[in-house]
């Protein structure tokens, strides 16, 4: 990973300013002729200072780079800003930033080198260990940041917390980007079972104790393929006086997603390799917290499962016993991150006491035509959960809109010979999809649901995230965890 450093260097033969929108360039790292210099560049170029924009000077003995930081912009904006100067610095070897105050924003220096940093870690993210003929001139060289901050040590200090995000991020994408042969359920298992070195307690479950807990669901979406399915228990005790959990996240891990019997058409289904997105969020998350070492205690739970047609498979129209005893008439074997979700949230309030639970998964298309690459969805039994993670989304630009769940809902999943079927037909396929979640919530347990089909791959490539997988709700989870518990 690109080493970030804090010192209170200012000589450089590649130097970075940043300049607020609307003011002369005036920098106080540079002498007069300089600043001079480059304000007539600046006007020349139509340069002034918007957020993100760069103007990039190259000199015989030196290069600088005007980075535009807008009047008051947010973390997220500055974050995207530092993501975007990767690409001008990815041929260099090192560079130095030089921080100063913008003028009428809130941000302190502190603040601004973090989230530049911050947005450089994202953006360097590449997934490119299959090449295996690409030249070593075509990779980045870039090695180095150095921020000439006033603080060098305390800022270096409170970096930690970003640094751990970035990992955790970055470790997402890598889960969510290896294709599904590459990343079974049982090499997911294995994968997660090593972040015990970290201080997380891991446990897998395989077939036989999935039997015996009756993850009956879960189960049956498994049972068309050659994997065997795993669940992992993945616990963060970041307050070690309580055995009380101050919240449960619950991932949808399906390694690979083909409709099983009623099998998805054949254009686009490779994308299907990420259906395991909201499982890597949630392990992703919990490596956080540990690297943050965050005072709460935290649950998670991930069912990992491929789903695949066979002689073996799941028909449509089977009805099978879920691990909460009501019954589920599976009309439709696509409908499968619902099932594998279901046991889990049962398994995580009955065996933990859970009272407090987040899930999230690439769950429907629905929500992803509704909202698209913009929002996530967002279904919750309760106003101050829901309004805490749409502010967490604000303040992490993973962004959440709120979708409703009802009684009119939620009829439509009775079914005429079971508790319940598996599909609500063909409207609002979010909101069924999220009440037959809710099903399997107890009454007093503060449950949301995020649905994340739409935003978990980037298709065209974005300063802060390449094309390919997303790994969208650490942040925002993060965000939630150190804010909002307690
Ligand atoms: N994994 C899919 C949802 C999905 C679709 C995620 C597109 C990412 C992009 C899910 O298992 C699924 O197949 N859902 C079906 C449900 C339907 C059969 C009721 C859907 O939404 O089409
Ligand atoms: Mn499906
Ligand atoms: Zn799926």
């Known amino acids: 990973m690109l080493e970030i450093i804090f010192s209170g260097k200012k000589t450089s033969k590649i130097k970075v300013i940043c300049v607020s929108e609307g003011n002369r360039i005036n920098s106080i790292h540079l002498s007069k002729e300089e600043n001079a210099m480059l304000q007539k560049k600046a006007d020349e170029n139509c340069f002034c200072g918007t957020v993100g924009s760069i103007m990039d000077i190259c000199r015989i003995k030196d290069r600088i780079l005007v980075l535009g930081v807008g009047k008051s912009p947010t973390e997220v904006q500055i974050q995207t800003a530092g993501a975007g100067l990767y690409s001008k610095l990815l041929k260099s070897e090192k560079a130095l930033i030089l921080v100063e105050p913008i003028k009428s924003s809130k941000l302190s220096d502190e603040q601004i080198a973090h989230n530049l940093a911050f947005g450089l870690l994202l953006g360097s993210y590449r997934f490119d260990k299959y090449f295996t003929r690409k030249k070593p001139e075509d990779y980045p060289t870039l090695e180095q940041i150095i921020f000439n901050v006033k603080n060098p040590e305390k800022t270096n200090k409170n970096f930690k917390h970003y640094i751990a995000l970035a990992n955790a991020v970055r470790y997402g994408r890598d889960l969510c980007n290896e294709p599904a042969n590459h990343l079974t359920p049982a090499i997911f298992a294995d994968d997660i079972k090593r972040l015990e070195y970290l201080g997380l307690e891991v446990e897998i479950l395989g077939q036989q104790e999935l039997k015996e807990h009756n993850f009956n669901l879960l189960l049956s979406v498994a049972q068309g393929s050659q994997q065997e399915p795993k669940v992992a228990i ?24 083909s409709g099983g019997i ?36 935290v649950i998670g739970v991930v069912g990992l499962v491929e789903n695949m047609p066979s002689g073996t498979a799941t028909h449509p129209g089977d009805i099978v016993t879920s691990m909460s005893g009501q019954t589920v008439e599976i009309i439709n074997t696509d409908a499968e991150g619902r099932l594998v979700l279901a046991d889990c949230l049962w398994f995580i309030q009955q065996q933990y006491g859970v009272k407090k639970i987040i899930d999230i998964a690439t769950l429907t298309g629905a929500t992803m035509r509704a909202l698209g690459e913009e929002y996530a969805g967002l279904f919750s039994n309760n106003d101050t959960l829901a309004k805490d993670l749409i502010i967490a989304g604000d303040k992490s630009g993973e962004k959440l809109w709120r979708l409703p769940i009802n009684k009119g809902y939620d009829k439509k999943i009775n079914s005429d010979i079971a508790d319940m079927k598996n599909i609500g037909g063909s409207l609002a396929g979010g909101s069924t999809a999220a009440c037959f979640l809710q099903r399997y919530i107890k009454e007093d347990t503060k449950w ?18 390449p094309k390919g997988a997303t790994a969208f709700g650490i942040r925002l989870l993060n965000h939630f965890i150190l804010n909002n518990l307690n």
């Open 262 to 297: 009623s099998i998805k058409p054949a254009s686009g289904m490779e994308d299907m390799k990420q259906d395991m997105t909201g499982a890597a969020v949630v392990v992703s998350s919990l490596k956080a917290l540990a690297l943050q070492c965050a005072p709460e205690n």
């Open 234 to 257: 993945i616990k963060w005790r970041g307050k070690p006086n309580s055995n009380q959990w101050d919240l449960g996240l619950v991932g949808k891990g399906v390694t690979f997603d």
């Open 448 to 465: 949301a649901h995020l649905d994340i089909a739409g935003v978990d791959k980037e298709n065209t490539g974005k300063p802060i995230c």
